[in-house]
């Protein structure tokens, strides 16, 4: 049976907009989050506190966390990669930490420079400042369908990964399609073998459509209990160590979806919508979202 619940993070304001290649002004990333609580998000994530000279445009993190009107309840998460990520983190009031490992070595390499290994030995000063500062942790296990560089990856490869993260202490952790090439079944086998290492209510499906299977993944998650869903406004996004890689999910798109099937999220479609025109407008461009688009134009 399906869920009757399901939490959306909006992961826009960060994995979407990472990769634009024109600088975006702190501002706009502030009425952007903004839009997105109004509409009723329990999480959001917002920022990267990562090396500006891997990726200029999370460069803006400190302003945005400082400029956004929070909404109490709401969690700001932003990705962490060290020491340094984390005491700007702190300093900016971030509500969620987020770890994020790789299930490929190649991909472990190019993204954060290090082995998979040697990353989690550096996410291990992190989790542990973060359960300090008793800030909720999460995990991201990247590549788990499939890498830019080495291709297959192992479901034991990714299961590996989550039970390091688990070890790391982490509340939440990600199963990523960062190249979109995941079909269902191969999802459903993933999540199968990740939640032998760890709760599958606390699994989330993070879903690129590069190749246009991030919803029909999604109905497959949720046949096997996935729970929490992560989706970018506008479908924005890519990795910029990934080439080709297109944006997450559309959150209006998965917004349909559950609201057709019954599942309640909490979110306000509309609201959503107004939200992808608004930062698409900005970069001159249509929502690449197909129900954000369809809805807009009735
Ligand atoms: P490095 O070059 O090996 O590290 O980078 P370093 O310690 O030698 O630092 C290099 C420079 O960066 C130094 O500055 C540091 O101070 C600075 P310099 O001395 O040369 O002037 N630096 C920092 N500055 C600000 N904040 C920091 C920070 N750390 C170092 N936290 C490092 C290693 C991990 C830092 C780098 O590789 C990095 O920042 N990588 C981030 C890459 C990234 O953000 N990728 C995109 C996110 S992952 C993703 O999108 C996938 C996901 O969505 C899930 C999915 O779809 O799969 C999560
Ligand atoms: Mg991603």
Redesign the pocket.
């Known amino acids: 049976a399906l869920p009757k619940r399901v939490k959306i993070i909006e992961?826009g304001p960060?994995?979407g907009l990472?990769?634009e290649p024109q600088t975006i002004p702190a501002d706009i990333k502030i009425t952007l989050v903004d839009m997105l609580t109004q509409a009723g998000f329990a999480n959001i994530?917002a920022a990267?506190?990562?090396?500006?000279?891997?990726?200029p445009q999370?460069?803006t993190s400190s302003e945005v966390m400082h400029g956004i009107r929070r909404k109490p309840g709401t969690l700001y998460s932003a990705?962490?990669?060290?020491?340094?990520?984390?005491?700007?983190a702190l300093e900016a009031g971030v509500d969620e930490i987020?770890i994020?490992g790789?299930a490929s070595e190649a991909?472990s390499q190019k993204?954060?420079?290090?082995s998979i290994a040697e990353?989690i030995a550096?996410f291990r000063d992190v989790a542990q400042a973060a359960k300090e500062q008793k800030l909720r942790l999460r995990g991201?296990?990247?590549?788990?369908l499939g890498c830019p560089y080495q291709g297959e990856v192992a479901a034991d490869s990714v299961a590996d990964v989550v039970a390091r993260l688990r070890d790391l202490g982490c509340d939440e952790i990600?199963i990523?399609?960062?190249?979109g090439v995941g079909t269902p079944r191969k999802v459903q086998t993933i999540f199968e073998r990740a939640s032998k290492e760890f709760p599958i209510e606390r699994l989330s499906g993070?879903f690129?459509d590069t190749y246009g299977q991030a919803l029909a993944n999604i109905y497959a998650s949720l046949e096997v209990g996935v729970l929490i869903f992560?989706a970018s406004v506008a479908g924005l996004?890519g990795?910029?160590?990934?080439k080709g890689?297109t944006g997450?999910v559309a959150t209006e798109d998965v917004l349909y979806l559950m609201n057709g099937l019954g599942i309640e999220t909490g979110i306000d479609l509309a609201q959503v919508v107004k939200a992808g025109q608004y930062i698409s407008q900005h970069l001159g461009r249509l929502p690449a979202s197909r129900a954000g688009n369809a809805l807009a134009a009735r």
């Open positions: 992961v960060r994995d990472q990769n994530e990267a506190f990562v090396s500006p000279k891997w990726v999370m460069a990705l962490v990669p060290n020491q340094k990520g984390f005491d700007a987020v994020f790789a991909f993204n954060i420079n290090c990353s550096r991201a296990v990247s590549c788990a990600d990523a399609d960062t190249i993070h690129h992560h996004g990795c910029p160590y990934a890689a997450n």
